[in-house]
T-cell receptor
C-alpha cells in the first residue's frame, strides 16, 4: 500500500518570505513523487516531480521540492512567496513498479498574506 | 498547451438516476483515469483505463460505476444508480504513459450533486 501525509491543513506565510509545505510518504520500493496545485473551482495542475537523480527538483512558478529518502519526505519550497501562490497544494506518490494509481495527500491550503 | 476537458462543469441529478460524466483527454495520451474529491476531502483514485480496458480500480469503483471510450476522443464515467454519497467533484486525467514518470494531466472537474 502507498500513502501520503500532509501534516498541515493550512500554512500561512507573508508575501516575500520563504515557504515550505510538508509531505511525507510511504511506499514499498522506489517512489515517484509529485506536487499538484489546485486553484478554486479548477482541476489539479502539475507543479513538479521526483523520479530519480538529484534530490532537489525544480518545477513551475519558482517552486522546488527536496526529496529526502531517509526521512521519506518531499517538502515543497519556494524562496519568496507571492499572493498569487495562495491555493491548495497536494502531494502525491506513485509506485515505480508499474502501478498506475496515484495516491494523494489530504492537501495543504497555502495562504500568502500581503 | 493541450488540456483535458470535462463536461458538464456541474451536474445535478436525482438519487437513483443514471449519470454520465464526459471527458476529452489530451489527444496523444494513451492512459485515462477518473478520480473523485468529496468536498473538503482528499482526491481519491477510482479507475485507470488503457487499450480499451480497465487496468486498475479502487474499492470505490464498484458495480455501479463503469467507464467507456466510445470513440477516439471521449472517455466517460457512468454511475448507474446514483446515491447521495456520490456527490463529489469528479476529475478526469490522462497521461502519455501509465508506467513511468509521466505526470497525469487533470481536467477542471465535474461537480456532481445528488438530490
Amino acid at each position: 500500500a502507498q500513502s501520503v501525509a500532509q501534516p498541515e491543513d493550512q500554512v500561512n506565510v507573508a508575501e516575500g518570505n520563504p515557504l515550505t509545505v510538508k509531505c511525507t510518504y510511504s511506499v514499498s520500493g522506489n517512489p515517484y513523487l509529485f506536487w499538484y496545485v489546485q486553484y478554486p473551482n479548477r482541476g489539479l495542475q502539475f507543479l513538479l516531480k521526483y523520479i530519480t537523480g538529484d534530490n532537489l527538483v525544480k518545477g513551475s512558478y519558482g517552486f522546488e521540492a527536496e526529496f529526502n529518502k531517509s526521512q521519506t519526505s518531499f517538502h515543497l519550497k519556494k524562496p519568496s512567496a507571492l499572493v498569487s501562490d495562495s491555493a491548495l497544494y497536494f502531494c502525491a506518490v506513485r509506485h515505480s513498479g508499474g502501478y498506475q494509481k496515484v495516491t494523494f495527500g489530504t492537501g495543504t491550503k497555502l495562504q500568502v498574506i500581503p | 498547451e493541450p488540456e483535458v476537458t470535462q463536461t458538464p462543469s456541474h451536474q445535478v441529478t436525482q438519487m437513483g438516476q443514471e449519470v454520465i460524466l464526459r471527458c476529452v483527454p489530451i489527444s496523444n495520451h494513451l492512459y485515462f483515469y477518473w478520480y473523485r474529491q468529496i468536498l473538503g476531502q482528499k482526491v481519491e483514485f477510482l479507475v485507470s483505463f488503457y487499450n480499451n480496458e480497465i487496468s486498475e480500480k479502487s474499492e470505490i469503483f464498484d458495480d455501479q460505476f463503469s467507464v467507456e471510450r466510445p470513440d477516439g476522443s471521449n472517455f466517460t464515467l457512468k454511475i448507474r444508480s446514483t446515491k447521495l454519497e456520490d456527490s463529489a467533484m469528479y476529475f478526469c486525467a490522462s497521461s502519455y504513459e501509465g508506467i513511468g514518470n509521466q505526470p497525469q494531466h487533470f481536467g477542471d472537474g465535474t461537480r456532481l450533486s445528488i438530490l
